[in-house]
C-alpha cells in the first residue's frame, strides 16, 4: 500500500512537473541574433542569449545582450555594447546584473547585486556605483525583465486584451526604471520572407525629448509556444531603428511559419 502511495505521488509529481515545462518558453541554450538597420549608413548587429551558470556557488541562467555597429557606421561611431543578467532559475529573478556601455568616447561600466531574501517586503541592491538602495519586491533587471514578460506574461493563462497595459518595475542605470507594454493586438509580420504571427506591443514612452508620440517604440512576440522577440522599431526625432531576427538557436518549440 505505501509503495503505491509512493507510486502514485511521483507519477502526480512528475506530471505537474511537464506541465510546468510546458509553462517555460524559453531553456538554457536559446540565442537569437539580429540585424540593426539605421537609416542609409547605420548598421550593426545584436545578440540575445541564455545559457546556464554559476554565481556565488549557486547555478544560474546567464543572460546576455550585445550590440554593436558594424560598417561605416562602426567608423563613424563605434558602438560595443553588453548587458548581462544572473538569474536564479527557481525564482527567474536577477541576483547580479552588469552593464557595460562603449559608445564613441563614452564609457560606462555598473555591477549591481539584488538580494531578494533577507527581506520580505522589498528587494536590496547593491551598486558598484552608488552603493545601497533598495525597491520593491520581486525588482527586475532591463534584460531579465523580457524573459519575465515570456514566461509569466504570454505565457500565462491570462488572456491579453488590446489596449491593456502590463508593467514590470526594473533597476536600470542606478534608479528604478518601469517598463510598461501596450498590447496592440496579433500581427504578421516577414521576417527573411517568411510570415510569423506575433503579438504586437507598444512600449509607453515620455513624449517630449526623443519621443515623438506613445507609440515610437513597437516590439512583437511570436505567438508560438517560445514567444520569441523577434522584431523592435524605434521611431525617434532624427529617424527610425529597426531590428529584425536573424537567426536563432537552443528554441524550446519550432517557430509557426506562415508560407
Same mark, same amino acid.
Given at each position: *500500500?505505501?509503495?503505491t502511495i509512493i507510486t502514485v505521488l511521483f507519477i502526480i509529481t512528475a506530471g505537474l512537473q511537464w506541465l510546468g515545462a510546458q509553462k517555460q518558453p524559453y531553456?538554457?541554450?536559446?540565442k537569437i541574433t539580429y540585424q540593426i538597420k539605421y537609416g542609409i549608413i547605420g548598421?550593426?548587429?545584436a545578440a540575445l542569449e541564455i545559457k546556464e551558470? *554559476?554565481?556565488n556557488g549557486e547555478k544560474i541562467w546567464h543572460a546576455v545582450a550585445t550590440g554593436q555597429t558594424t560598417g561605416f557606421a562602426d567608423a563613424l561611431y563605434k558602438v560595443r555594447d553588453a548587458y548581462e543578467s544572473y538569474i536564479d532559475p527557481a525564482t527567474d529573478l536577477p541576483v547580479f546584473s552588469i552593464r557595460n556601455i562603449q559608445e564613441g568616447k563614452y564609457h560606462k561600466y555598473n555591477e549591481v547585486s539584488f538580494d531578494h531574501r533577507s527581506r520580505s517586503d522589498s528587494t536590496i541592491l547593491f551598486s558598484d556605483l552608488t552603493g545601497n538602495h533598495s525597491g520593491p519586491k520581486g525588482l527586475l533587471d532591463i534584460i531579465s525583465c523580457f524573459y519575465w514578460f515570456r514566461k509569466y506574461y504570454l505565457a500565462g493563462d491570462q488572456e491579453l486584451v488590446p489596449g491593456e497595459t502590463y508593467k514590470m518595475m526594473t533597476w536600470f542605470a542606478d534608479e528604478l526604471y518601469p517598463i510598461i507594454l501596450r498590447y496592440k493586438g496579433k500581427e504578421t509580420i516577414k521576417i527573411k520572407g517568411s510570415g510569423i504571427e506575433c503579438y504586437r506591443f507598444h512600449p509607453v514612452t515620455e513624449v517630449g525629448r526623443v519621443f515623438k508620440t506613445e507609440e515610437d517604440m513597437a516590439m512583437w512576440f511570436t505567438t508560438d509556444e517560445n514567444f520569441l522577440?523577434?522584431?523592435f522599431r524605434f521611431d525617434i526625432f532624427v529617424g527610425s531603428f529597426h531590428v529584425d531576427m536573424t537567426s536563432y538557436e537552443g528554441l524550446r518549440a519550432p517557430i509557426n511559419f506562415i508560407e
Open positions: *500500500m505505501r509503495k531553456l538554457p541554450g536559446e548598421s550593426g548587429v551558470g *554559476m554565481y522577440p523577434v522584431k
